[in-house]
């Protein structure tokens, strides 16, 4: 209760998106902002840029989002990144440029494939 206290007395902070961050989980959609491809994923109010990245990479299967994905909005006509240090804050949607959104097929995800390489040494003993 003392924490929500605090957080109303400093409910003044105006920009957009920087609010108070919440640490429950909520749900976040990216959008490849050229393909429209459109995933859903749920993040703690309290993180990153970085860390959307890495939880959409994750669900996604696709390490080039952490090493070529650049999240943003659109300003204009033109793609302004977010720096990766930057909260999420009360962003419910962003835009995804720099690699495809789509998931990989499980059997194509290096995670399962490291997964289940992992099982087939253990069967094998």
Do not use: W
């Not at 400093?10 to 050229?34: D, F, Q, R, Y």
């Not at 393909?35 to 309290?46: A, H, I, M, R, S």
């Not at 204009?76 to 995804?96: A, I, K, N, T």
């Amino acid at each position: 209760l003392h924490k929500n206290l605090q957080d109303i007395g400093s409910a003044n902070n105006t920009e957009v998106g920087k609010e108070n961050p919440s640490p429950l989980a909520i749900v976040v959609s990216v959008i490849h902002h050229l393909e429209g491809d459109k995933v859903t994923l749920t993040v703690p109010g309290t993180s990153s840029m970085a860390e959307v990245r890495q939880a959409l990479s994750e669900k996604t299967g696709r390490a080039d989002i952490c090493t070529s994905g650049q999240l943003g909005r659109k300003v204009g006509d033109e793609f302004m990144q977010y720096q990766d240090s930057e909260p999420l804050g009360q962003r419910r949607v962003l835009l995804l440029s720099g690699c495809e959104l789509a998931a990989l097929p499980p059997a194509d995800r290096p995670v399962v494939a490291k997964q289940m390489g992992t099982a087939d040494s253990r069967m094998a003993q």
